[in-house]
């Protein structure tokens, strides 16, 4: 039986994770691939910390050059995270003909194309299953099955601290900092929450997913990004008093030769499907030409789904290297002769529906002045009301919208907010209508 | 750019589909795989039909053998369906060293093992994504994604008359045969419905899921396969009352040495997000000790889900051609060495909850009748419902189990029934309680 070497870069909860499954699903793995995969090496700067497994053979060390540079090595899987060290780290092991595995989202979004150059001149591959929505299957179906459709839409739930969050503002009232310590306590949030719950690491993902889709090259830095931060009870009541949810949802949609891609709260119909996923879940729905409306539903991230999909990406290098190839599937999905760049419609263009909250005087005419300048910018109202008590001589107005373009609604909100009838910013929830 | 010759036996509906995306989507798929997937010749009985296709350099023949015997053709597509002619065409292909692609599930479901040999001694590959599920990578996901876990339990929603006809019912309160007739209508069921509606098409599917999860031997014939033909909206509604829908599910799990697997209706609590597959939506949950609950939906047939299905396999093999590989995962996800008959449990043995709806004389004293027999029986009750109108001198009595043994339950049926307490066979229905 064919020997595979494996090294980790990271023995964290990940890390622990893939070294628990290569080591207690030894039988399966062997069983299943016919191959003998032996994690040889493990680095991690804490060489000290018990994490509760029998390492046997394999050796803990403190110096990462252990792995890049051991020559019996096959793969490398990268699980540190961040853009510092692991962005060094991986590219030293393209450079040594290693094949890479990773988790590293912030790293392929910032520099995935680089990545996929310095990968192909090495002719050694490069797979990360589990960088978008952990264990579900995402990067496998993009690249393989949906081979050939033409992707119109994906939506997704691809963070679980931020929907973990808002089920429980949802479901209990509670407000976004007290949803966001609990979250804390329980383990579904990092102490330093910002690069969820303000949306980036759900960029990071749709990046990712964009560039596979739609054979583009990985673009982040345009893409629209907006956390929850904002996101009060009084708006998921209303949302539900019309019949939607609010998630932090990642959009990407194709429109000929650019694409939409954009993080924000977003209404959604309770019809939808991606409505119900609830907690820490994830989930992402594809209409693709052929295949019509399908979804993936999973835990997005954990321990072990997590390390989950990392063994699906080592059976798959492993599989490759048993029968004598490599770089089988392109790492983009597209050999990368055709992958192209291809820009992000800009916000202005964006034409959507729109919930729309303002704190409005409790005088007469405000209502009649606010839609005036609505309907002075070609925005036209679906239903308004207005609801609940007065605060200190205030009142709630919502509106929900037609289909407006993004421009014209902000030159009406800075109108509108320049006037005497409302105070503060007004809040505003694009909405989704498209269901699975 | 390497040319790659495809032959496809069958020009029906999901023959046009795959002849449209081959023709249709060319530069798309050359785009992804660097290949040109050339479809060289169909073979159909009839070739008078204009299928609406603009076929250009390909055959159009009414003999298999065009295909079969062609030395140029790499990938035969087998889209017959059935156990006859299709047969022997797989196997001469098999034989002839083509790879074969098939969406035959009876022929997969009877003759699998066979086929898979057959394909082991000519070291070709079969696929078959579109088998189970339509466009859900549901074969992929098995074979190549969950290779890290134990899979402890599938329940799938995997044949769309079925789900149709009971979204029907539950949705206006027809009779099934009302629904049917509808479905028919409306091209959601065959003119000849009991393959579906019987329940053995899912069957078909379950045998397939399960050798793929498991490592075992296709077992069509152990499973306990019960249809949907029985079901009345009074059970729909019923269920309604109790939190719960009817869904005709595949249940596969796993007990140490052998598989539980059955087919028939069940009701699912309505938290489970399975309820909430509808009309002819399919989709599959599957819990793993690494990925924990995870779920796929998506169009489980239909001649563009279908195909697109297809078109996945033929990029799979394609691009094992051009990396110079073949075979590279197994077909049934493990080795053919490693794979291992495995019994499937028997169902006096099954271990659940039970729905158990009584046609009950009106007379004193038949409630504790019908209870004593249970108790007698080792099964206990967790609610009695007696509700509706006396019918005849008749009223239903409802009554929902606590987890029981089938066989206790049938040999309580049968003393129920021999009494005079109720009239009629009671109506059955498994209830699962596991949600995603």
């Known amino acids: 039986m ?6 980790i870069l ?30 040889k090496t493990i680095a991690d700067i804490d060489i000290k910390t018990d994490r509760g497994i029998d390492l046997g053979s394999t050796d803990l060390v403190d110096d990462a050059a252990a792995v890049l540079t051991d020559p019996d090595i096959d793969i490398v899987v990268e699980l540190i995270g961040g853009e510092t060290v692991a962005k060094d780290f991986i590219f030293q092991a393209l450079e040594n003909k290693k094949h890479v595995i990773t988790a590293n989202k912030a790293l392929l979004a910032g520099y995935g194309n ?29 690249r393989e099955s949906l081979v050939a459709n033409d992707i119109h839409s994906m939506s997704a739930i691809l963070n679980g601290t931020c929907n973990y969050i808002l089920t429980r503002i ?26 969820d719950i303000d949306g980036h690491d759900t960029a990071h993902k749709l990046a990712i997913l964009n560039a596979l889709a739609h054979g583009m090259e990985i673009n982040l830095k345009e893409i629209h990004v907006e956390g929850i931060r904002h996101i009060t009870p009084m ?29 924000h709260p ?39 789904p997590t390390a989950s999909a990392v063994l699906s990406d080592i059976a798959d290098i492993a599989r490759n290297i048993i029968s004598g190839t490599k770089r089988r599937v392109p790492i983009l999905g597209y050999p990368e002769d055709n992958i192209r760049p291809m820009p992000i419609l800009s916000m202005k263009e964006l034409m959507t529906r729109y919930y729309l909250r ?79």
């Open 10 to 39: 990271g023995f964290g909860v990940v890390g622990t994770g893939v070294a628990r499954l290569l080591t207690r699903k030894k039988h399966l793995l062997e069983s299943r691939t016919g191959a003998h995969l032996h994690l």
């Open 358 to 436: 303002f704190e409005a005087q409790d005088h007469p005419g405000v209502l009649s002045r606010i839609s005036g300048i609505l309907g002075e910018n070609q925005i036209s109202i679906k239903s308004v009301h207005q609801k609940g008590r007065k605060t200190n001589g205030k009142v709630p107005v919502v509106m929900i919208t037609h289909t407006a373009r993004e421009e014209w609604v902000q030159t009406a909100l800075s109108q509108i907010s320049a006037t005497d009838c409302v105070v503060g910013n007004p809040m505003v929830i694009r909405i989704e209508e498209e269901a699975v």
């Open 170 to 195: 949802s479901q209990e009232g509670c407000s976004f900092a007290e949803a966001l310590k609990k979250a804390q306590e329980l383990g579904f949030a990092e102490a330093e929450p910002s690069l």
């Open 235 to 263: 708006d998921i009541a209303f949302a539900g008093s019309f019949g939607y949810t609010i998630k932090l949802l990642a959009i990407g949609k194709i429109h000929g030769d650019h694409v939409e891609a954009r993080v």
């Open 2 to 7: 064919k020997t595979i070497h494996i090294g």
């Open 114 to 142: 680089e990545l996929v150059k310095t990968a192909r001149k090495n002719q050694v591959d490069l797979a990360f299953e589990a960088s978008c929505g952990g264990c579900m299957p995402i990067i496998k179906t993009l």
């Open 266 to 304: 977003t209404m959604i119909d309770n019809a939808n499907p991606l409505s119900h996923v609830d907690h820490s879940m994830n989930a992402i729905a594809i209409d693709a030409d052929a295949t019509g409306k399908t979804m993936l539903y999973g835990h997005g991230a954990g321990m072990m």
